[in-house]
């Protein structure tokens, strides 16, 4: 071999490294990767998700990495395959909702009704955030998949934004399981700025004692009506409800701890993993990624406060008030919204327990945002 053919042997395989195709705007991605590995870790923030979610995106910032392309055959590389099956064909975040309604009890919810109001009301950003965004420049159905952020429901985000927007979706799920996991950290202001100290002391009566067959009965109705109503979304609220009714019948126990467990597991890794891959550099880095996280904020902020303000409206015409602290819980981020409104009841009355009130809004959240990504996907998709 001679001096000639070494060199371009030598040069060949320096062109196939990382370091000849480096590019300084990966090393932002890196950062960025790294802050919420060290959140999930240091602070633990969300960290089932933020910790795959923070690796996918360190992993996939590196040049040349063979993972999410193609090969020579055509069969996806490894993310790429997670991704396309997982997301793309929209199996993760219905197998995630099939987990969670394993993990939920209606009681509170179906002990009081009239709170699906108050989840309703919790949805009031998601449609302000739509109009926002529309002018700012955004298409419909981007503007769609951003204005549904505010829900703060991870899987609904990424659902609807596969069906609408699939170019937004690593920005829009990371802004979405970001502000979940900052629940205690955003919503207590809002909650003080918005109600006054008399009304955070309102005590409620204890709920009443539900039946094991209305429990029974409440997926097969709830997913009569959605179906009827918003179709687009059964496949998310169909599995939601056979994994609720799965848990409540109690002759399926071995089907309910695996959906609650091992594949809720599995299902989580697949999606931070994937998600974090799709935001490489030269993706990411342009202006509507970073003000689609921005934004995320104000959407999630409106949709706390509208949670609020419905209580209030509703205590003009109740005799009963109810304390518009669980308002806020009227967002989907089980069960955190819940749990930060039972401490803030707790900081101004050491007595006034208001978790089990506040998870009847929290879940009717899930159903609210279910219900505006299927209107929005009857309107544009």
Same mark, same amino acid.
């Given at each position: 071999?001679?001096?000639?053919?070494?060199?371009?042997?030598?040069?060949?395989?320096?062109?196939?490294?990382?370091?000849?195709?480096?590019?300084?705007?990966?090393?932002?991605?890196?950062?960025?990767?790294?802050?919420?590995?060290?959140?999930?870790?240091?602070?633990?923030? !969300?960290?089932?998700?933020?910790?795959?979610?923070?690796?996918?995106?360190?992993?996939?910032?590196?040049?040349?990495?063979?993972?999410?392309?193609?090969?020579?055959?055509?069969?996806? !590389?490894?993310?790429?395959?997670?991704?396309?099956?997982?997301?793309?064909?929209?199996?993760?975040?219905?197998?995630?909702?099939?987990?969670?309604?394993?993990?939920?009890?209606?009681?509170?919810?179906?002990?009081?009704?009239?709170?699906?109001?108050?989840?309703?009301?919790?949805?009031?950003?998601?449609?302000?955030?739509?109009?926002?965004?529309?002018?700012?420049?955004?298409?419909?159905?981007?503007?769609?998949?951003?204005?549904?952020?505010?829900?703060?429901?991870?899987?609904?985000?990424?659902?609807?934004?596969?069906?609408?927007?699939?170019?937004?979706?690593?920005?829009?799920?990371?802004?979405?399981?970001?502000?979940?996991?900052?629940?205690?950290?955003?919503?207590?202001?809002?909650?003080?700025?918005?109600?006054?100290?008399? !009304?955070?002391?309102?005590?409620?009566?204890?709920?009443?004692?539900?039946?094991?067959?209305?429990?029974?009965?409440?997926?097969?109705?709830?997913?009569?009506?959605?179906?009827?109503?918003?179709?687009?979304?059964?496949?998310?609220?169909?599995?939601?409800?056979?994994?609720?009714?799965?848990?409540?019948?109690?002759?399926?126990?071995?089907?309910?701890?695996?959906?609650?467990?091992?594949?809720?597991?599995?299902?989580?890794?697949?999606?931070?993993?994937?998600?974090?891959?799709?935001?490489?550099?030269?993706?990411?880095?342009?202006?509507?990624?970073?003000?689609?996280?921005?934004?995320?904020?104000?959407?999630?902020?409106?949709?706390?406060?509208?949670?609020?303000?419905?209580?209030?409206?509703?205590?003009?015409?109740?005799?009963?008030?109810?304390?518009?602290?669980?308002?806020?819980?009227?967002?989907?981020?089980?069960?955190?919204?819940?749990?930060?409104?039972?401490?803030?009841?707790?900081?101004?009355?050491?007595?006034?327990?208001?978790?089990?009130?506040?998870?009847?809004?929290?879940?009717?959240?899930?159903?609210?945002?279910?219900?505006?990504?299927?209107?929005?996907?009857?309107?544009?998709?």
């Amino acid at each position: 071999m001679s001096v000639n053919e070494i060199m371009d042997m030598l040069r060949g395989i320096l062109y196939t490294t990382g370091v000849f195709n480096f590019q300084w705007n990966i090393v932002i991605m890196w950062a960025i990767g790294l802050l919420f590995v060290w959140l999930a870790i240091a602070k633990k923030y !969300e960290p089932l998700l933020l910790l795959p979610i923070g690796f996918g995106i360190f992993l996939v910032n590196f040049p040349l990495v063979p993972l999410m392309g193609h090969k020579v055959d055509g069969a996806p !590389e490894l993310l790429q395959a997670f991704y396309h099956y997982g997301l793309e064909w929209e199996i993760i975040p219905c197998v995630i909702f099939l987990g969670l309604g394993a993990m939920t009890d209606f009681g509170p919810l179906i002990a009081n009704p009239k709170v699906l109001l108050i989840g309703a009301g919790a949805q009031l950003g998601v449609f302000i955030t739509f109009t926002g965004t529309v002018l700012a420049g955004f298409t419909l159905k981007e503007a769609a998949s951003v204005g549904i952020i505010g829900g703060a429901d991870g899987p609904t985000t990424i659902y609807l934004t596969q069906h609408l927007a699939p170019q937004l979706l690593g920005a829009n799920a990371l802004a979405a399981y970001s502000y979940m996991a900052m629940v205690p950290l955003i919503q207590p202001p809002l909650v003080r700025l918005m109600t006054n100290a008399k !009304e955070r002391r309102i005590r409620m009566r204890q709920l009443r004692a539900v039946s094991k067959q209305e429990k029974m009965l409440f997926p097969l109705v709830t997913c009569g009506i959605i179906a009827l109503l918003v179709p687009s979304v059964m496949p998310l609220m169909g599995m939601f409800m056979l994994g609720n009714l799965m848990k409540e019948c109690g002759v399926v126990a071995r089907l309910t701890e695996t959906a609650q467990g091992a594949l809720m597991n599995i299902v989580t890794i697949f999606l931070g993993i994937s998600v974090g891959a799709t935001m490489h550099a030269d993706k990411f880095l342009s202006w509507k990624p970073l003000f689609i996280f921005g934004l995320g904020l104000v959407d999630f902020a409106v949709c706390t406060i509208g949670g609020v303000i419905t209580v209030k409206i509703m205590n003009l015409f109740l005799k009963e008030k109810i304390n518009p602290i669980i308002g806020a819980a009227g967002v989907s981020a089980v069960p955190m919204a819940a749990r930060v409104a039972q401490m803030e009841g707790l900081r101004y009355d050491k007595t006034n327990h208001l978790l089990m009130h506040a998870v009847g809004p929290n879940l009717a959240g899930v159903i609210g945002s279910a219900a505006a990504a299927g209107m929005f996907i009857a309107m544009f998709d």
